[in-house]
């Protein structure tokens, strides 16, 4: 039972450049989330989104981009990378019944991303 | 909106103590408490949570209670091992959020045999 699972698991960027963090889940979970980890700072809500083709900005959104057009996946795309970017970055997803539900949220293992 | 404080950022327990951690918040639509243990390299995983219209939730040496009122929760770990040795957060959910999380900053706790 796989869950979910995150791609690559690290990276070296440079500053300008691009890149896509890839994020997978096989338990057919409507409700997907990415999120930032920084020292001492807890995680910080990037995207998130509710349903294939439904996606919504977080706390912390500006140079990020994502989309959902499965069920499955959710990838989170950088386009100009910048050292303010350099994070752990965790996908996670739940399985949501409505604006009203909180369920528990499953997370990857994460993506370190240095940018330099 | 929603602010979580946690308490304290870090924690040294002799083995078979027990630990205490405890987060507060602020908005009183909150209804979700679940915990999370981080270990190093991986993803938080669940280990209790708790919702609004319970006070106490136990699961082996883990529990968790609830004070409303107060808007604190706390998580309780009982007889301390090695292996219990991790990140833990906190987090809270509130109603028509979607099932968004607003976690706490973390408690580094650390077991020493």
């Given at each position: 039972?796989?869950?979910?699972?995150?791609?690559?698991?690290?990276?070296?960027?440079?500053?300008?450049?691009?890149?896509?963090?890839?994020?997978?889940?096989?338990?057919?979970?409507?409700?997907?989330y990415w999120y930032r980890q920084?020292?001492?700072?807890?995680?910080?809500?990037?995207?998130?989104?509710?349903?294939?083709?439904?996606?919504?900005?977080?706390?912390?959104?500006?140079?990020?981009?994502?989309?959902?057009?499965?069920?499955?996946?959710?990838?989170?795309?950088?386009?100009?990378?910048?050292?303010?970017?350099?994070?752990?970055?965790?996908?996670?997803?739940?399985?949501?019944?409505?604006?009203?539900?909180?369920?528990?949220?499953?997370?990857?293992?994460?993506?370190?991303?240095?940018?330099? | 909106?929603?602010?979580?404080?946690?308490?304290?950022?870090?924690?040294?327990?002799?083995?078979?103590?027990?630990?205490?951690?405890?987060?507060?918040?602020?908005?009183?639509?909150?209804?979700?408490?679940?915990?999370?243990?981080?270990?190093l390299g991986k993803g938080p995983?669940?280990?209790?949570?708790?919702?609004?219209?319970?006070?106490?939730?136990?699961?082996?040496?883990?529990?968790?209670?609830?004070?409303?009122?107060?808007?604190?929760?706390?998580l309780h770990i009982t007889e301390?091992?090695?292996?219990?040795?991790?990140?833990?957060?906190?987090?809270?959910?509130?109603?028509?959020?979607?099932?968004?999380?607003?976690?706490?900053?973390?408690?580094?706790?650390?077991?020493?045999?």
């Amino acid at each position: 039972n796989a869950g979910v699972t995150q791609t690559p698991k690290f990276r070296i960027l440079k500053i300008g450049q691009s890149m896509t963090l890839q994020c997978t889940q096989d338990m057919n979970h409507n409700y997907m989330y990415w999120y930032r980890q920084d020292p001492g700072m807890g995680l910080k809500l990037i995207y998130y989104s509710v349903g294939a083709g439904i996606t919504d900005k977080g706390e912390v959104p500006n140079g990020y981009n994502v989309s959902r057009s499965t069920t499955e996946d959710f990838p989170l795309r950088l386009e100009l990378a910048a050292p303010s970017q350099t994070s752990v970055y965790f996908c996670a997803s739940s399985y949501g019944a409505g604006m009203y539900s909180n369920q528990p949220q499953h997370f990857g293992d994460g993506t370190r991303l240095s940018i330099l | 909106g929603e602010n979580v404080e946690q308490h304290p950022s870090t924690l040294s327990v002799q083995e078979g103590d027990s630990a205490v951690i405890k987060c507060t918040y602020s908005d009183s639509a909150s209804n979700y408490f679940p915990w999370y243990k981080q270990e190093l390299g991986k993803g938080p995983q669940l280990i209790i949570d708790i919702r609004s219209n319970v006070g106490e939730k136990k699961d082996q040496r883990i529990a968790v209670t609830l004070n409303k009122t107060a808007k604190h929760f706390s998580l309780h770990i009982t007889e301390t091992q090695p292996e219990d040795s991790a990140v833990y957060f906190c987090a809270v959910g509130s109603t028509d959020s979607w099932g968004k999380l607003q976690f706490g900053a973390g408690t580094q706790v650390v077991v020493t045999p």
